[in-house]
Each structure stands twice: as C-alpha cells, then as structure tokens.
C-alpha cells in the first residue's frame, strides 16, 4: 500500500551546500510533480516532470533549482548551494495520467532547514 | 489569474462544537475545488473535492463543503469535531481549462485546533 515516498524527511544544510530530495511516485503512477510550502504560507507549484521529461518548470527558480525524473528510480529535486530562504517543505505529488480535475496524490513531504 | 482566500488563519474550537472554515477565490474561469488536512509533521490529505454536479460536497472524517458559485466561495464545515480533527486545512483551487490544471492554487491555511 505505498503511496508517494519521499525521502529524506528532514534534512539540514548549511548555506552554500547541495540539497537533493527524492521521490517515488504511487505504483503506476508516471506524472510527478514539485511544490514548496514556505512557513505559513500554501503550497505552491514548481514543476511537473513525466519519465525523462520536464512537462512545465514554470514554477522553479531560475538559479539553483534542477529536477529530474529518470527512466528508472525516484524523481530528484536539487538545490546547489543552498540559501536560508530554501528552508521549507517539499512536497511531491503524482498522478497516473496528466490530470483532468487537478487531482493529484501528496506524498509526507521533505522539511529541510538551511543553517 | 486564480487566487484562493482563507479568510481565518487560525480557529479555535471547543470538542463536539460545530465549525466552518472559510474560503474564497477568485478565477476568470470555472474550477475545481479542494479541501486537504495535514496533519502535524505528515503530508496533504485529500479530504474533499468538488469537480461538478451537486454543489454539497461529502468527504471524509464526517466534513462537507458547499460550493457556492454566487459567492465564489467553498467553505468546509463540521457539525461536531474532536480532538483528532486539530489540523491544518488548505483550501485549493485548479483551472478547469487550458490543461494547466495540475497547477493547484493554495490558500494560505487554516489551522483549527480543537480544545477538549
């Protein structure tokens, strides 16, 4: 009963090292997306990735910010050299198809904490 | 552009008392609507959504939600919470057009706390 796995759940970096958060969809799932939930604030979009391709990234920041979602394994998001205003939740979310209602399935999130 | 507007950032409650959490948006074309709970440290749970049809949504843990196009409102409401209904509540919104609609738009958060 696996539903959208991520990993790590915390993580804690000091400014100007490499964050990279994993996820793995639900089981036939093949449509991955990003969000960031800043503190008390909502979640907000980042990117949406199918197998080996970025769909819409429209939501990344233009600088440091890389995801990927290879043939084989989890989807990854990076964040190189990472900045206090990085800290946040990470949530991942799939989708079997391209939704048509824009409903997608969350996974626990990853907090990380910049020092 | 959409928004979604939870108007009440936090909401306290006595057990057993019925509450209603707020939300609004705004959108240039129709929607669909959801309400998701996150527990403390866990990820978004879909509680309820509204995709077309009857404008009384059920969900789950005994909520519902009134999508109210007039008023483009869609506020969730429980006659009688209990403790384990202390969460936060997101109120989210998807544009039922131009296939974007993967791009939720999220309030801010409502975060009820049931008090014994």
């Known amino acids: 009963n696996a539903g959208v796995m991520q990993n790590p759940r915390h993580l804690v970096r000091r400014r100007g090292q490499e964050a990279r958060l994993r996820c793995s969809p639900m089981?036939?799932?093949?449509?991955v997306y990003w969000y960031r939930q800043l503190p008390e604030e909502g979640l907000k979009f980042m990117v949406y990735l199918q197998k080996e391709n970025i769909i819409d990234e429209s939501g990344m920041p233009k600088e440091r910010f890389s995801a990927e979602f290879p043939k084989e394994g989890p989807s990854i998001l990076r964040i190189q050299q990472v900045v206090r205003g990085d800290s946040a939740a990470y949530f991942c979310a799939s989708s079997p198809t391209r939704p048509n209602t824009g409903e997608l399935f969350f996974g626990e999130g990853s907090r990380l904490t910049v020092l | 552009a959409q928004s979604v507007t939870q108007l009440d950032s936090q909401v306290p409650v006595f057990e057993e008392a019925p509450v209603e959490l707020r939300c609004n948006y705004s959108?240039?074309?129709?929607?669909?609507l959801f309400w998701y709970v996150q527990y403390p440290n866990q990820g978004l749970q879909l509680l309820l959504k509204?995709?077309?049809?009857?404008?009384l949504v059920k969900g789950i843990n005994g909520f519902e939600a009134e999508f109210n196009k007039s008023q483009t409102s869609f506020h969730l409401r429980k006659p009688s919470v209990h403790i384990s209904d202390t969460a936060e509540y997101f109120c989210a919104a998807s544009m039922n057009s131009g296939g974007s609609n993967y791009k939720l738009t999220f309030g801010k958060g409502t975060l009820l706390t049931v008090n014994p």
């Open positions: 509204y995709l077309s049809g009857s404008t």
């Open positions: 089981k036939g799932h093949s449509h």
């Open positions: 959108s240039s074309v129709s929607v669909y």
